[in-house]
């Protein structure tokens, strides 16, 4: 009778767990109503929480980073607020730096569109960098018709300074042996590793990036504050500034809180006025491009490589897998309504042969009548140019990387590291060159040729494809390799891209290309798409909403730092021989907000 009681009570008990929680469930349904927007809205924009390129398709990724503003959700947030009646203006919290140079620069060439429908933008900051850079910062801040800067802050108008870490000296201290080569002399990746300090090719081509970029937000801030280009300059060696002489310089408008800021705003717009996040407003309103020809887009973003594309949230760090991209490719193919493709690119490179798998579906996309218009994020440079080199118009940011037309690649051979470490390696083999690739032996002869030869093929193949891509002479495009990095501003001059712009200038490229209207209405639909988990939706979201565990954020935040530093030593696997120099300071990483 006992035993009797005790499972009709489980019994009883394990049913009412499954009532209460189908409950729940139900009343999450019910109340899961899409909230709409307001009758009269004020636009907030928190940069100060960052902005990444996209959201990787991953679930997880997907889950931890779904209230993060993307540079895609700002543009389409923007166009879709300049023609709503319901959004009055805009506010956005700006800082210092964060922000990579060409996705500023996307999103100032959004503001300045929003700023056409003659709504009020306004730009507010607790200081453009505490004691640090604020260039960045105060570059973007720029767009708005006005800036406020809280009275204790500065401005931290300094200029750039690129600095590279050289670990030659600890490697020849832990007597690890280097044996590196690349193709050729401006292809520097592997610099870092084996020298001290810059080679003069180096040097130049970092001094080239970094003049053409200060050159740009030099000429950013004149247009857009009123003041000639030496002004401008000589206000960057001046700096930094507390805010009373911001103002005086007239850098800033004015110097007040947050509060007074919005009041000011809600008496330009009306005290109705409701503030609503720009991630709200943009999953509220929906997309401006929602109707019309279809055109696919396919976002390659983080390091190229084999297999599919991944998110690490230790890191930060994303890759561009091949498996992916190629997959995305060919469902667009196979999709009728898709009449276009648009192919956002942020990479530094990597794997040859992934790069190889989807420069051969952009080409079959072509053959199959789907013109393919690339956006370059901030980085489109080796591998990340491989992938493009064969589209029908490429656009790009004038501060975007791109280029990078080289190979690197090669091993470190660690058994004197080990001899000091008391660890000792033994083995047997089958061939001759069986160590070809084995970190406890130096190259042969006979394996360094082999490693040579593979170079010379990946090099030759690569600017083959460049010249036929680009319709450029192939002496010409030896030229411009070298594995040098390019600014978009420069690598239009020499004709690695076809214009200078953001999404909205690749829009109208597609636009052009299939002989639509000017003004014509698209569709945009994303490959691949993301299955999410089945509770995702469950997960009750509201306007401010943070559905992740802040503890688990907070930790991944300190250990984002230690890791990078781990991959920038070489550490943490190989990044392949299609990679920029110096890309580690500039790869896509999704920085957890």
């Known amino acids: 009778m006992k035993k009797f009681l005790v499972g009709l009570l489980a019994v009883i008990g394990f049913f009412s767990i499954v009532a209460v929680f189908g409950f729940a469930v139900l009343v999450l349904l019910a109340s899961s109503g899409k909230p709409t927007v307001p009758s009269s809205v004020l636009l907030e924009i928190d940069f100060e929480q960052g902005v990444i390129e996209t959201i990787p ?54 503001v300045l569109r929003f700023r056409e429908s003659g709504k009020p933008a306004v730009a507010w900051s607790e200081t453009f960098g505490e004691f640090g850079p ?62 001290r300090e810059y080679t003069e090719p180096h040097r130049e081509v970092m001094q080239s990036v970094i003049d053409s970029r200060f050159t740009q937000i030099v000429r950013g801030i004149s247009e857009t504050r009123g003041l000639e280009e030496d002004e401008v300059r000589d206000l960057f060696d001046r700096g ?40 709200a407003y943009r999953e509220r309103a929906g997309s401006p491009f929602n109707k019309g020809t279809t055109v696919a887009v396919i976002h390659g973003y983080g390091q190229v490589t084999r297999g599919g594309s991944r998110f690490s949230p230790l890191d930060g760090s994303v890759s561009m897998g091949s498996d992916t991209l190629t997959r995305a490719f060919r469902a667009a193919i196979d999709d009728d309504r898709v009449k276009a493709i648009l192919f956002r690119v942020d990479s530094p490179g990597g794997s040859y042969v992934a790069s190889d798998s989807i420069w051969r579906e952009t080409l079959r996309a072509k053959e199959m009548g789907k013109p393919i218009i690339v956006s370059m994020g901030n980085l489109a440079g080796s591998g990340g140019y491989f992938v493009v080199m064969h589209a029908d118009h490429v656009v790009a940011q004038p501060g975007t990387i791109t280029g990078s037309i080289g190979v690197l690649g090669g091993k470190m ?13 033994d083995g047997v083999h089958t061939s001759r060159n069986s160590s070809q690739y084995s970190p406890n032996h130096p190259y042969d002869d006979a394996g360094y040729e082999r490693f040579q030869a593979g170079l010379d093929r990946i090099y030759a193949d690569f600017t083959q494809k460049v010249a036929e891509g680009r319709g450029l002479d192939l002496e010409r495009v030896q030229e411009i390799a070298k594995g040098r990095i390019w600014t978009g501003e420069q690598a239009l001059e020499i004709g690695l891209i076809d214009e200078l712009g953001g999404i909205h200038v690749a829009l109208d490229a597609i636009r052009a290309t299939l002989d639509l209207a000017p003004d014509a209405q698209l569709k945009l639909r994303e490959f691949p798409r993301v299955d999410m988990p089945w509770f995702a939706g469950l997960i009750e979201k509201t306007e401010n909403s943070d559905v992740r565990s802040q503890a688990i954020v907070e930790s991944l935040r300190e250990i984002q730092p230690q890791i990078r530093g781990l991959r920038q030593a070489g550490w943490l696997g190989d990044p392949g021989v299609l990679v920029m120099q110096d890309y580690r300071a500039l790869e896509p990483r999704v920085q957890i907000p």
């Open 413 to 425: 051979v660690v058994t004197g590291l080990y001899e000091k470490l008391g660890i000792s390696y």
């Open 240 to 279: 930094p500034y507390l805010g009373e002489e911001a103002m005086d310089a007239g850098l800033v408008d004015g110097l007040a809180y947050r509060d007074e800021v919005y009041a000011t705003m809600r008496e330009s717009v009306g005290d109705k006025a409701r503030l609503l996040y720009l991630p």
């Open 134 to 195: 604020g260039n960045g910062g105060y570059y973007l801040a720029t767009a708005f018709d006005e800036i406020y800067m809280q009275p204790s802050g500065d401005v931290g108008l300094t200029g750039l300074i690129y600095e590279t870490m050289f670990m030659r000296g600890l490697y020849d201290k832990l007597d690890i042996e280097l044996q590196l080569d690349q193709r050729h002399e401006y292809k520097n990746a592997m610099n870092s590793y084996t020298h």
């Open 57 to 110: 398709p991953d679930p997880l990724a997907q889950l931890m980073l779904d209230d993060t503003m993307t540079v895609p959700m700002i543009v389409e947030a923007l166009e879709k607020a300049s023609d709503d009646r319901r959004v009055k203006g805009v506010v956005a919290r700006i800082g210092g730096e964060g922000i990579a140079m060409a996705h500023i620069q996307e999103i100032r060439d959004a």
